[in-house]
């Protein structure tokens, strides 16, 4: 985690595609992810989630 509270990482997908994640930890309906679902959204998608749970 970075000092100011995010975190970023790629995280796999469900094919051969890896999805870049990155997680506001204080504001987290700012997170935003590059797979197709939630690409320019405010949305919170599994690969956010799952990068939550990465050591």
Same mark, same amino acid.
Request: charged share 25%.
């Given at each position: 985690?970075? @000092?100011?509270?995010?975190?970023?990482?790629?995280?796999?997908? =469900?094919?051969? @595609?890896?999805?870049?994640?990155?997680?506001?930890? @204080?504001?987290?309906?700012? =997170?935003?992810?590059?797979?197709?679902?939630?690409?320019?959204?405010?949305?919170?998608?599994?690969?956010?989630?799952?990068?939550?749970?990465?050591?």
């Amino acid at each position: 985690m970075n @000092e100011d509270g995010t975190c970023e990482d790629l995280v796999a997908g =469900s094919g051969d @595609e890896d999805y870049n994640a990155h997680v506001d930890m @204080e504001h987290p309906r700012k =997170s935003t992810c590059d797979c197709p679902l939630a690409n320019g959204k405010k949305i919170i998608c599994n690969h956010i989630v799952a990068r939550l749970f990465l050591p």
